[in-house]
């Protein structure tokens, strides 16, 4: 049941849902008309008709439904596993429904039409349909299911495209108003012929038996349910055998057919696919570590998503893989969520003045680096930095306050000593250049820079609390003390290095200043100059704190005094 290349299909595929989705404008623009009258609302079928009704707008348009409803089921049918996200799965149930749904609707127009040379129009249909709340409502229903197949279908396929985040809304407004203009149009067009029809639709050529069309209409529920029952009963037939794929924690066997993501989800593995398996990211990618010569070569669209990340010839697209021999392979992006761990209640740390360590953390250059990068790889690699931040923090006693773009604010010392929560962001500060080193290592093939970081921390009192409206509100600190932090952080930016902390802070920490490189900085409305400490490598500090035999006392007064 294998059509074409795959990229071919892929086409073909966006092709004809393009031709249907051009159908449903024009017939639901016509449905909206009914707002104006249906007087109006005939007039434009006629004009729709020329095209949609010729030969070849007829051929088109069929030609392009049954090949549409082909592929999704080679589509189904090559899946090999119903495990899938719920907008996935939607799209598939919107789809195969939608056909069972207009049957009657299309036999009744269309087929007696094609039989006859005559079908009804607006003046007929409308009472018929309005008369009958079942039919009425199953044909609301297919009118919303098919839009919302179509919409489904265009969001997977621009979603990846550098230009939809511009034109979201435009596309969102669009999405909502086609379907809810044409039921409107509907319902009022229906409502102004409850008088009943104008004089001049008393005419009405023979018709086609309702036996023959009942017979037709019968005949297609068949035809549809027989494809769809046999491409389930091809799915669970199985005729091509097993291969064994080996996890770093597990083997599974799957039968031959299967791809990679694929048999990861059957097997309940979590394994990342932002772009639904279709070869448009590279967040399934994996390394195979044995068993590769064996296996059918990158298609075209996997070739050029591995190129675009400079990926090393052992790593191939989860979603594009499917295995024909054994193989072994090391999933190279986790699954695991990020940012789910535990934040301190509104009773903990709400409302109330505490000395605490401020850290700021960003990323040098991000901007130019998203732009070389795909989109959903840049959503993915920013979210494994906020997940190293945030493991840093948490797991050396502090807390995150916030992701600002590329930045993260984190804050020490709720339930602790000044002198803890100090030594607690120097820990912090180490893990989190040590954890930026790692993400480097493992983004090498696919980054022209390594990621770079700049720091900034001070220490003082703050204002801790829940601030915000709503849901909006969140913990946060406000104070002196935070404004010194950032102005640190760009003054680290400034002099190329990977932290700019005060004086203060290193104090507290018990740590000494002695023969260290310090500069001391205005802040912007804060009077006297800051004590600030440049270090190049963040893990300078772990020697002095391994040395360390005790904590320091609090300086005799706050710098800048």
């Avoid at 207009?102 to 269309?110: E, L």
């Avoid at 059918?296 to 989860?318: C, G, K, M, Q, S």
């Avoid at 605490?356 to 250059?365: E, G, K, N, S, T």
């Avoid at 100059?529 to 963040?538: G, M």
């Amino acid at each position: 049941m294998k059509l074409a290349s795959s990229r071919s299909r892929k086409r073909l595929h966006l092709l004809t849902g393009a031709c249907l989705g051009l159908f449903l404008l024009t017939h639901f623009s016509n449905h909206a008309l009914g707002l104006i009258s249906v007087d109006a609302m005939e007039k434009v079928r006629g004009v729709f008709n020329v095209v949609w009704r010729s030969w070849p707008g007829t051929a088109l348009l069929y030609g392009s439904l049954l090949v549409h409803f082909v592929l999704a089921l080679e589509s189904l049918y090559r899946r090999q596993t119903l495990r899938m996200p719920v907008r996935e799965a939607l799209k598939i149930v919107f789809g195969l429904s939608f056909p069972f749904l207009i049957v009657g609707h299309v036999v009744s127009t269309r087929i007696e039409w094609m039989l006859t040379g005559y079908g009804d129009g607006y003046y007929e249909v409308l009472p018929a349909l309005w008369s009958n709340s079942l039919t009425a409502t199953r044909q609301s229903v297919a009118l919303v299911l098919a839009w919302a197949h179509g919409c489904l279908g265009a969001w997977f396929w621009m979603r990846g495209r550098s230009w939809y985040p511009r034109y979201f809304l435009v596309f969102y407004t669009f999405a909502v108003l086609v379907p809810l203009l044409a039921l409107l149009g509907f319902a009022v067009a229906a409502r102004s012929l409850e008088g009943g029809l104008p004089s001049a639709s008393w005419f009405r050529p023979p018709r086609a038996s309702s036996e023959t069309l009942g017979h037709i209409r019968l005949s297609i529920i068949a035809g549809l349910l027989a494809m769809i029952g046999g491409t389930l009963i091809a799915r669970a037939v199985p005729v091509r055998g097993k291969i064994r794929i080996t996890y770093p924690d597990r083997a599974i066997s799957v039968a031959k057919g299967f791809s990679v993501l694929e048999a990861s989800r059957a097997a309940g593995i979590p394994h990342l696919s932002i772009c639904g398996g279709r070869g448009r990211c590279s967040t399934c990618r994996v390394r195979v570590t044995e068993g590769l010569e064996r296996q059918p070569a990158a298609n075209e669209a996997e070739r050029a998503t591995l190129t675009r990340i400079r990926a090393p010839d052992n790593v191939r697209l989860a979603c594009q893989l499917r295995p024909t021999h054994n193989l072994s392979i090391s999933p190279i992006l986790g699954a695991d969520n990020v940012g789910h761990k535990a934040q301190p209640t509104e009773h903990e740390a709400a409302g109330r003045e505490r000395k605490i360590a401020v850290l700021f953390c960003d990323l040098r250059d991000f901007t130019l680096l998203a732009q070389q990068q795909l989109p959903f790889d840049t959503v993915f690699l920013l979210n494994r930095y906020f997940e190293t931040i945030g493991e840093a923090v948490e797991g050396a006693g502090g807390v995150i306050d916030k992701f600002i773009g590329d930045g993260a604010l984190a804050i020490f010392g709720l339930h602790t000593s000044i002198e803890d929560a100090c030594a607690q962001a120097l820990t912090a500060t180490i893990r989190i250049a040590r954890g930026v080193d790692v993400l480097n290592r493992n983004f090498m093939s696919e980054l022209d820079k390594p990621l770079r970081i700049a720091m900034g921390m001070h220490a003082g009192p703050a204002i801790i609390g829940h601030i915000g409206y709503g849901k909006a509100s969140a913990l946060t600190a406000v104070g002196d003390t935070i404004n010194a932090a950032s102005r640190l952080e760009g003054f680290a930016k400034e002099y190329d290095a990977q932290l700019a902390v005060s004086a203060d802070v290193v104090r507290y920490a018990g740590l000494t200043v002695d023969g260290r490189e310090s500069y001391n900085i205005a802040i912007r409305g804060r009077t006297g100059t800051l004590e600030t400490l440049i270090v190049h490598n963040a893990d300078e500090f772990e020697g002095l704190m391994a040395a360390s035999s005790g904590k320091g006392e609090a300086p005799a007064q706050p710098s800048g005094s």
